[in-house]
C-alpha cells in the first residue's frame, strides 16, 4: 500500500521542473535567459542511431505573469519560430504544439502557455550517417514574451549528440517528456462535422463513449487563424453518441473545414482530466439542408448548405420556406393529433353558420400566430442581450423537457378516452362547439404551437437561422409566416366550407381514429424521455417517468371522483392536485449532466492491441500467486479518458509486441454498470472510480500504478522498467525524498 | 454485439431524434460584451476625435476621399518593425501625396503602453519622419471598439462613400522580424491598386497582427 501511495504522487512530480541536473552534461546546450523566459533545447537522449528519431524539447520557462503563443496565437501575438542549422544527413520536422489555454486580455483572448510551454520537435538522422560521427545541432529561436505589452526575444542553441543507443536520458528529462507528450493532441477515430448557420458555427464530433454528460469544459482551438472568434464563448451541448460545440464564426471564416484542437476536461470520479484531441471537421453533406424539406436531418438541424443558403436567400423566399415550413409542421407527430382532433370537430359542427366556423378559424389563427410572435420576441430578446439561443433554446432546460413529455403523454391520455377536458364533452377538439367557445379555439392554437416546437427545430433550420441573422423586425416576420403557413390548413377549412363537405361524414371512424392518434403523441412522449436520458442520464428518467405515474394516478382519482359527493369530489380533486404538483417538482430540479448514460460493457476482443481476458479477482490472484506479470486495465464505456487511453497507449504495435515478449496477462475490467470486485480493487489503490491501471511485475514485487492519461511512451516507459523493479523503486525513493 | 444493438437502437431513434438533440440542452452562455464587428461594404462608423494639434477630426468632413486609419502604439515591437524600416512612413508619403486622407489613431489608455500626450506625438512624427494626415487621440478607446481594432497596427481604408473596404493587416507576414518587410505582400497598398483600378478589393479581411491594443479596461 506504500508503494502504491508513492506511486500516486508520480503525475504530481510531473510537474516540477527539475532541470539542474540537465547542466551536468556537457553536451546539453546552454540555456538563454532572457528578461521574461528562460529557454533551454534539449534532447530526449545523449544518442541517437542512424535511420532513427530524436526528439527535441523547446523548453520555455515563462516569468509569472507573462506568456509565451500557440501555433494560432488567436487575437493578437506570434508563435515561437525555430530556424535549426543541421548537418546534411539530419532533418529536423514541424514543432509539435502542446493544446494551449485560453488567455483573455480585455475583451480580447489569445491562445497560448504561461508558466513554462513545451514544444516538441523529432530530428531524423539518416541511415547512412557515418557511426561514432558526432551529431552537430543548432538552432536560432525566437519567441514573443506577453503581459500587458510584448516583447520578441531569443537566442541561439548549440547541443551534439552521439550515434550511440539512446537510451532514456534520467528521469527528469523522461518526466518533462512525458509531460509534453500527455499535452499533445491525440488522435482518435471520431467522426467530426462542420455546420455553418449564419455567424454561428457548430462542430459536432461523436464517436463511442464519447458522453457529453461528464464533460466539465470543452474548448476549441482552431490552427487557422479568423476562422473562429477566439474571444466569443463556446456552448457544449449533447448530441447523438457525442457532443457539439457552437461557435462564433471569426474574420475570415472557412465554411468548409474546420482543424484544430478540441480538448475537453472530463469529470471522473477521482477529479477532472483534461487531454486534447485532433479535430478534422468537414462541412456536412447537402442533404437535409433544404429548408422545410421532410429529409433526414443532419446532428444539428442545419446542414452546411443550409448555412451557406441561409446567408444567402433573400427576405422574400425566407418568408416563402418559413410558410412552407409552416404547412409541414402540421403534419408533425406532434401536431397532426391535436390538428385532427379540431378537423374533427369541424365536421362534426358543419352545420353551424359559416361565420361562426369562420371566426372559430380566426381564433386560432390568433393563438398560433400569439404564441409564434412570443417566442420570436423572446428570442430576439434573447439575441438582443447576447444570449447564445437559437431555436429549440427552450429544449435545453431538461425540466422543459419534461414538461413537454408531459403534456404528450396527457394529450395522448386524452385521445385514448382516459379522461375527458370540461367534464365530458368530446375532449380537446370540442370546444367548438360550447358557446362562446373562440377562446377554446384561440387556445386550441395556443395549444398546437406549442406543441409544435419539437419538431420545428429539424426543419426550420435555414428559415429561423436566417431570421435570427437579421434586424428585430425581419425576424419577427419570419416567424408569423412560419405562423401563418401553420394555421393555414385549418384556415382554409374554416373559411371554405365546401373542403369540409369533401371530408368523410362523422361516424364510428372518428372514435377509432381518435384513439389511433392517441399513439404518435406517446411516441413523441417517448422521444421527450430519451431527450432526456442524454441530457439528465438515469435519474432524469426516473423522475419523468414516475412524473407521468402521478399524472395517470391524479387522473384516475379525478374520474373517480367525479360522481362522488361534494366532500369525496374536494378530497379526489386535491389529491389530484397533489399529484400533478408532485409530478413537476420531481423533475423542477433537473439539471444537465448529472449522470450519464452507461451503454455499451467494454468486454470482448479489441481489434487491435494486445489481447486481454475479462478481469476478475480470482483470476488475478491466480496469476499473482504464480508470479506471472500482470496488467489490470479498469474501464468503462462512458469514460472518454479510459477509452482514449487505450487507442493511443495501449492499442498500438509496440505495446502488444512489449506485453506478448514479457508474457504479460491483460486483464481488462469493466466497470460500466458498476462490479463490486473492480470497486474493491479501485479502493484498494486509493481510487474512487476509473480509469486504473496498475503493471505486476513478475514474482512478488510491489504493483506499478500508472497514471490516469496514459501515453505510448509512458507504457513503453514502464514496461521497460518492470523488468528492472528494484531500480525503478530506488528512483522512486530518491524523487520523493 | 452491444455495439450492434446500440447502433440498431440509434437508427430507430435517428430520424426524429438527431436534429431535436442538437437543437436541445447545454445551458445558454452568456457573451462577453463582444466587440460590434464593423462590415466591408457597410458605412464605416462615425467618429470625431481630437488631433495632436488640438484640431477635431470627424470621419464625415472626409466624405469624397479615401480614408486610411492605421492604429498605432509606437512601443510595440510591430509597430516598429513597420516604422523602423520607414515602411510605414513610406506608405503614408505615397498615399497622403495622391490626395488620400492617412489618420493615425492611438487607443491606448492613459498609463498603458503607447499612450502620449500631444505634444509627444509631434516629436514621435517628426523623429520617426512620419507624413500622416493627423495623429488622433482615442484614450477611452470608443472609436477602436467600434471599429474592432484588435491590434497595433490594425489598418481600415474607407472609401470616398464612407463605406469600409478593407481592414486588417499591414501586411501578411505576421512576424516582429525587420527583415521580413522585404519579402512581404502589403495589403494596404494591394487594396489600394484595387480601388484605383475600379475593382473589389481581393483581400478585404485579412489577419491583423501584432500587439493587442492597450484599451482602457474599465470602459468596456
Given amino acids: 500500500m506504500r508503494r502504491a501511495g508513492q506511486a500516486i504522487r508520480f503525475p504530481f512530480l510531473l510537474t516540477i521542473p527539475l532541470l539542474l541536473a540537465l547542466a551536468n552534461t556537457a553536451a546539453w546546450a546552454t540555456p538563454v535567459t532572457t528578461d521574461h523566459v528562460t529557454a533551454r533545447l534539449i534532447p530526449e537522449s545523449a544518442g541517437v542511431r542512424p535511420g532513427g528519431t530524436l526528439w527535441v524539447m523547446l523548453h520555455l520557462k515563462i516569468k509569472e505573469g507573462w506568456h509565451t503563443y500557440w501555433r494560432n496565437p488567436g487575437d493578437s501575438g506570434e508563435p515561437p519560430h525555430i530556424r535549426w542549422t543541421l548537418p546534411q544527413g539530419v532533418e529536423a520536422g514541424d514543432i509539435q504544439w502542446p493544446y494551449p489555454d485560453p488567455l483573455p486580455y480585455g475583451p480580447l483572448l489569445n ?117 473562429v472568434e477566439p474571444s466569443a464563448p463556446q456552448t457544449l451541448r449533447p448530441a447523438p453518441n457525442g457532443l457539439s460545440l457552437e461557435m462564433t464564426r471569426g474574420q475570415t471564416p472557412d465554411s468548409q473545414r474546420l482543424d484544430g484542437v478540441l480538448v475537453l476536461t472530463e469529470a471522473l470520479h477521482d477529479g477532472p482530466v483534461t487531454r486534447a484531441y485532433e479535430i478534422a471537421a468537414l462541412a456536412q453533406s447537402e442533404k437535409g439542408a433544404a429548408a422545410g424539406a421532410p429529409a433526414p436531418a443532419s446532428a444539428s438541424g442545419t446542414g452546411n448548405a443550409a448555412g451557406e443558403a441561409a446567408a444567402k436567400i433573400g427576405v422574400l423566399k425566407a418568408l416563402l420556406f418559413a410558410i412552407v415550413g409552416g404547412l409541414i409542421l402540421n403534419l408533425m407527430p406532434c401536431v397532426f393529433p391535436v390538428l385532427s382532433m379540431k378537423a374533427m ?111 420545428t427545430a429539424p426543419f426550420m433550420g435555414v428559415a429561423l437561422g436566417f431570421a435570427l441573422t437579421q434586424s428585430a423586425p425581419v425576424s419577427l416576420a419570419v416567424f408569423l409566416a412560419l405562423g401563418v403557413g401553420f394555421a393555414l390548413p385549418y384556415l382554409l377549412l374554416t373559411f371554405v366550407p365546401a373542403l369540409v363537405r369533401r371530408l368523410p361524414r362523422p361516424g364510428a371512424w372518428m372514435e377509432r381514429t381518435r384513439q389511433f392518434l392517441a399513439f404518435p403523441l406517446y411516441a413523441s412522449a417517448a422521444w421527450l ?93 491466480a496469476l499473482r500467486a504464480g508470479g506471472k506479470p500482470v496488467f489490470v486495465n479498469m474501464t468503462a464505456a462512458w469514460c472518454i479518458t479510459c477509452l482514449v487511453n487505450e487507442r493511443v497507449a495501449l492499442s498500438s504495435a509496440a505495446v502488444t509486441e512489449q506485453f506478448e515478449a514479457q508474457g504479460i496477462t491483460y486483464l481488462k475490467g469493466d466497470w460500466t454498470n458498476g462490479d463490486p470486485e473492480i470497486t474493491a480493487l479501485l479502493e484498494s489503490f486509493g481510487r474512487s472510480g476509473v480509469p ?22 509512458l507504457v513503453l516507459d514502464a514496461l521497460r522498467d518492470l523488468s528492472g523493479k528494484t531500480k525503478i523503486t530506488a528512483h522512486t525513493n530518491r524523487r520523493s525524498s | 454485439m452491444t455495439t450492434h444493438a446500440m447502433n440498431r437502437r440509434d437508427l430507430l431513434l435517428l430520424a426524429g431524434t438527431t436534429a431535436l438533440v442538437g437543437a436541445a440542452s447545454g445551458p445558454l452562455d452568456l457573451i462577453r460584451p463582444a466587440f460590434a464587428a464593423p462590415k466591408i461594404g457597410a458605412g464605416a462608423p462615425a467618429f470625431t476625435l481630437p488631433d495632436s494639434n488640438g484640431k477635431t477630426h470627424s470621419l464625415a468632413e472626409y466624405q469624397g476621399k479615401t480614408v486610411i486609419l492605421e492604429w498605432t502604439n509606437h512601443l510595440c515591437p510591430y509597430v516598429a518593425k513597420h516604422y523602423g524600416t520607414e515602411n510605414m512612413q513610406a506608405l503614408q508619403r505615397e498615399t497622403t501625396g495622391s490626395g488620400i486622407v492617412w489618420l493615425s489613431i492611438i487607443s491606448s489608455a492613459p498609463d498603458t503602453q503607447g499612450y502620449v500626450e500631444a505634444a509627444e506625438a509631434n516629436k514621435l512624427t517628426k523623429d520617426r519622419k512620419a507624413a500622416p494626415t493627423a495623429v488622433l487621440f482615442d484614450p477611452k478607446g470608443k472609436v477602436g471598439r467600434s471599429y474592432d481594432a484588435r491590434v497595433t497596427p490594425h489598418m481600415y481604408i474607407i472609401d470616398a462613400k464612407g463605406s469600409l473596404v478593407y481592414m486588417g493587416g499591414i501586411d501578411d507576414t505576421p512576424t516582429a522580424n525587420w527583415d521580413d518587410i522585404k519579402t512581404a505582400k502589403n495589403y494596404v497598398r494591394a487594396a489600394l491598386g484595387d480601388m484605383s483600378n475600379g475593382r473589389p478589393v481581393a483581400s478585404a479581411v485579412t489577419r491583423a497582427y501584432g500587439c493587442t491594443v492597450k484599451y482602457d479596461m474599465s470602459s468596456s
Fill in chain 1, 529 to 621: 424521455v430519451w431527450v432526456l436520458s442524454i441530457q439528465t442520464g438515469p435519474d432524469g428518467v426516473l423522475a419523468a417517468l414516475a412524473g407521468m405515474v402521478l399524472i395517470a394516478f391524479g387522473l384516475w382519482l379525478w374520474n373517480t371522483v367525479r360522481d362522488a359527493g361534494p366532500r369525496g369530489r374536494l378530497l379526489g380533486r386535491s389529491g389530484t392536485a397533489v399529484a400533478v404538483v408532485a409530478a413537476l417538482a420531481l423533475v423542477a430540479g433537473l439539471g444537465i449532466g448529472s449522470t450519464p448514460t452507461a451503454p455499451q460493457p467494454a468486454a470482448g476482443q479489441s481489434a487491435s492491441g494486445p489481447k486481454y481476458e475479462r478481469f476478475s479477482s480470482e483470476r488475478l490472484a
Fill in chain 1, 345 to 455: 370537430a369541424l365536421i362534426r359542427h358543419a352545420e353551424q353558420a359559416p361565420r361562426t366556423i369562420r371566426l372559430h378559424g380566426v381564433a386560432y389563427a390568433a393563438g398560433v400566430l400569439s404564441c409564434f410572435a412570443v417566442l420570436a420576441g423572446l428570442l430576439i430578446a434573447l439575441k438582443a442581450g447576447g444570449e447564445a439561443a437559437g431555436w429549440g433554446f427552450q429544449l435545453q432546460s431538461p425540466a422543459f423537457v419534461a414538461v413537454m413529455a408531459y403534456l404528450f403523454f396527457l394529450l395522448g391520455l386524452n385521445l385514448s378516452g382516459f379522461f375527458e377536458i370540461g367534464g365530458g364533452a368530446i375532449g380537446v377538439g370540442d370546444r367548438l362547439a360550447a358557446r362562446g367557445g373562440y377562446s377554446g379555439s384561440y387556445f386550441t392554437g395556443v395549444l398546437a404551437a406549442v406543441v409544435s416546437t419539437p419538431c
Fill in chain 1, 692 to 713: 486504473l491501471y496498475v503493471l505486476y511485475g513478475a514474482g512478488s514485487t510491489t504493483p506499478t500504478l500508472l497514471p490516469q492519461l496514459l501515453t505510448e511512451s
Fill in chain 1, 111 to 227: 491562445y497560448g502557455y504561461s508558466g513554462e510551454a513545451l514544444h516538441l520537435v523529432p530530428l531524423r538522422l539518416a541511415q547512412d550517417w557515418p557511426e561514432g560521427k558526432p551529431v552537430p545541432i543548432r538552432a536560432k529561436v525566437g519567441w514573443l514574451a506577453c503581459s500587458d505589452i510584448c516583447v520578441p526575444e531569443g537566442g541561439d542553441f548549440e547541443l551534439t549528440v552521439t550515434t550511440a543507443e539512446g537510451g532514456p536520458a534520467d528521469e527528469s528529462t523522461a518526466a518533462l517528456f512525458q509531460k509534453a507528450r500527455a499535452r499533445l493532441p491525440v488522435k482518435t477515430g471520431w467522426t467530426a462535422g462542420l455546420d455553418n448557420a449564419g455567424d454561428r458555427i457548430v462542430l459536432t464530433v461523436a464517436g463511442d463513449g464519447l458522453n457529453a454528460g461528464r464533460i466539465e469544459k470543452a474548448a476549441f482551438f482552431p490552427y487557422k487563424w479568423g476562422v
